[in-house]
């Protein structure tokens, strides 16, 4: 096969030439990436933030607590959480709530998330 024949096919097998190339020759970016651009152009970036709750509920109030409480939902800046014991109800809302509340506001910001309520489910 002649270069000048290898070029042709090569051309051919390929849809996009030009600007293409270098656009495919660059690294895709990561869901990470666009998903957040996707939603800001959709005009959901503040439902994406709210939605991180759930996702980080364990990085933030710590695997044993994780175990015994789930957020439910969040609405009008109130996270419901949902928790398996009334034991454990007693204990987060005496002696945890404060801290867990104050590390999902670090985390997600204090307009996303104003208080925490605490129920049986």
Do not use: C
Not at 56 to 72: E, F, M, R, S, Y
Not at 90 to 110: A, F, N, S
Request: net charge positive; hydrophobic share 45%; proline share 6%.
């Amino acid at each position: 096969m002649t270069p000048a024949l290898r070029a042709k096919v090569l051309r051919e097998w390929r849809p996009f030439h030009g600007d293409m190339d270098a656009a495919a020759a660059r690294p895709a970016n990561s869901t990470n990436e666009i998903v957040p651009l996707v939603m800001k152009q959709l005009g959901l970036e503040q439902r994406l933030q709210q939605s991180q709750v759930f996702f980080l509920w364990p990085n933030i109030v710590g695997t044993d607590i994780a175990k015994h409480a789930q957020p439910v939902s969040l609405r009008n800046g109130q996270l419901i959480v949902a928790v398996d014991h009334p034991g454990w109800l007693e204990e987060l809302v005496r002696y945890h709530k404060v801290m867990i509340l104050q590390r999902v506001q670090d985390r997600l910001g204090k307009k996303t998330v104003r208080d925490i309520r605490f129920r049986i489910g």
